[in-house]
């Protein structure tokens, strides 16, 4: 019976005898009912992407004991009724608020007080680039805006230049695997917001502030490229665009610290080592996330070792590479000598 990469079974009806099909369906279900692997999520954003300034908004809103579903939130947040679905979309998808089944509210995180509070928040207004890694690697782990996660983690294992289509294509491939509607208009507007997050722009509008407004295309992960075709007029050509791994010389060691501390397969106290292979590999990894290159990811780690030596180290040993921690150090602890800096 076929596997997947996570151990799950997959069911495919042309190679498998329909009983053993129809069981492999039922172990995919049986899979998300237990939270095995998550369903995949579209759509919410009502096609507008996350402005600089929404987050720290959504965050002063909630604070203050407001429901996004008030009518005062439309005046409180300055935009219209479609804007404040969205800000509460990005704010789900960052990580930043968590709904209350009980209270049948929306409630700010940790991540959410220790960025934004008043007084004590230590990036409010998101102008550290340290921030900006920080709320791409939640985006892609938080797993409530599926194609950032399938983009970082899958999809570009498999090619690093692409056009829209080819994305789309993916994502119907990945839905059909766990059994999850697609809708290739919706999965659509998902790719194209998600480049307007990223991607600055090469065509600049009139509007320069809106071009540049977008909250995380300073970090360069994702960019437009040129791709001339022959005899394909210009307005017919497809877009493509280009994800390819660096070294990433602005990703903070701190962040890719508090992302291997935050990763649940190496969180448990009794997880003293962390091969090198799946920090580069792994789901959900700090290799995959920041889209980092073998020699970058040794280059973070053994300044890591310098900067970190009282609590980890790393080893490169017959050709075993893999990181030892002495003592595990507190995540926040981490992020907190960050931005005392």
Known sequence: MPIDKRGIFCAHKNILPQPLYFFAKFLTFLAYFCGMI??????????????????????????????????????????????????????????????????KRDELTELAHFIFADNIGVDPYLENIGTLWL???????QQKASIYGLLFNEFRKERVDFTREQVTDFVKRK??????????????????????????????????????????????????????????PDKERKRWFKLNATTRENLPLEILLFAILDNPKYASENVQSVSFISLLNDENSVGL??????????????QMQQQFKNFLTYSDDAGVRELQFKVKPNKWDILQQYYAK
């Open 38 to 103: 998550s369903k995949l999520s579209f759509s919410g954003h009502e096609t507008f992407y996350c402005r600089h300034f929404w987050l720290k908004k959504g965050d002063d809103y909630v604070a203050a004991n407001q429901s996004f579903n008030d009518d005062s939130a439309l005046v409180y947040l300055g935009v219209g009724k479609n804007m404040v679905s969205s800000i509460r979309y990005w704010m789900r998808a960052f990580g930043l608020i968590m709904f209350n089944t009980e209270t």
């Open 289 to 302: 996330v920041f889209a980092l290159t073998t020699t970058g990811l040794i280059d973070k780690l053994e």
């Open 175 to 232: 839905c059909n695997e766990q059994n999850t509607i697609f809708n290739i208009e919706t999965v659509k507007k998902d790719f194209d917001v998600l480049v307007r997050n990223y991607v600055r722009p090469i065509v600049k509008s009139k509007n320069i502030e809106e071009d540049f407004s977008a909250l995380l295309i300073d970090l360069g992960l994702l960019r437009e490229i040129e791709k001339p075709i022959d005899d394909v």
């Open 135 to 141: 709320l791409h690697y939640q985006i892609v782990t």
